[in-house]
Nanobody, 122 residues
Framework: VQLVESGGGLVQAGGSLRLSCAASGFTFTEDAIGWFRQAPGKEREGVSCISSRDGSRYYADSVKGRFTMSSDKAKKTVYLQMNSLKPEDTATYLC????????????????WGQGTQVTVSS
């Protein structure tokens, strides 16, 4: 399993970024991959995911209405479109593959990418 994130960078508050997570080494489905983020000194938190139980889309309350997860099956890539960025969105963003469960909890995920840094200036 290999996941490679890209698309991070430095952006001013109110700006946008699109993150990519290119997957290989397993059978790609959009619901197998989730987006998380981790800020210095804080725990890893879920950002966006699709439940493999019922197909429902999960977004953290803090990003609802601003972030959108999508995918391109042919490219085996999952995207995270981030609009109206805020300084509190600053973190390392990682994508993970579900290996232990079907939900969107951290413990459902196993393999991780190296992460891409997003920094939002005020």
């Amino acid at each position: 399993v290999q996941l490679v994130e890209s698309g991070g960078g430095l952006v001013q508050a109110g700006g946008s970024l699109r993150l990519s997570c290119a997957a290989s080494g397993f059978t790609f489905t959009e619901d197998a991959i989730g987006w998380f983020r981790q800020a210095p000194g804080k725990e890893r938190e879920g950002v966006s995911c699709i439940s493999s139980r019922d197909g429902s889309r999960y977004y953290a309350d803090s990003v609802k209405g601003r972030f959108t997860m999508s995918s391109d099956k042919a490219k085996k890539t999952v995207y995270l479109q981030m609009n109206s960025l805020k300084p509190e969105d600053t973190a390392t963003y990682l994508c993970g593959v579900k290996e232990y469960g079907l939900g969107c909890d951290l413990e459902d995920f196993g393999s991780w990418g190296q992460g891409t840094q997003v920094t939002v200036s005020s």
